[in-house]
């Protein structure tokens, strides 16, 4: 059918229209970015409240944990707000700086139990974040690439 108006045929141009894409993978990774940043900052302020001794474990105060959980508290209240920023922004090394905590995290509580408790489901939670955000790189790299 040929459109008088256009010149030529409206077919065609429906056809242009529907091959232009629409960036749907890279609009859920940027949201699950942010989402992150929020979980990644909550979890940084935490770990600053234990520093401070707000909502500690014990009540004689962050001097009196072992040196491991010292460290580690310390490594993650700094390194989460880090990657919070980073993720708001979606910047790559925002991502790099997350990926860092997680995998962290996950080693942390796998390999030495007795700092933070080995708590199985922080693997798996970690685990899942972690399967969920490369999965929506790699299509969003795909989109990016078509």
């Known amino acids: 059918m040929i459109d008088p ?4 045929d409206a077919r065609v141009l429906d056809a242009v229209e529907e091959e232009v894409p629409r960036e749907q993978w890279t609009s859920w ?3 699950f970015l942010r989402v992150m940043a929020g979980l990644a900052l909550i979890e940084g302020l935490y770990h600053w409240g234990i520093v401070c001794g707000i909502g500690a474990p014990s009540p004689e105060g962050f001097e009196a944990y072992t040196l491991p959980f010292q460290s580690a508290t310390v490594f993650f209240a700094v ?11 979606a910047a790559p ?6 990926l860092t905590s997680i995998i962290s995290m996950t080693a942390l509580e796998s390999l030495f139990p007795q700092v933070y408790g ?3 489901w922080t693997i798996l939670f970690d685990l899942a974040l972690l399967a969920a955000y490369l999965t929506l790189a790699i299509l969003s790299a795909r989109e990016q690439a078509t």
């Open 5 to 8: 108006r256009l010149g030529g």
């Open 29 to 31: 990774l940027v949201m």
């Open 79 to 89: 390194i989460d707000l880090v990657a919070a920023v980073g993720l708001w922004l």
């Open 93 to 98: 090394w925002g991502a790099v700086v997350w």
């Open 118 to 120: 080995g708590g199985v």
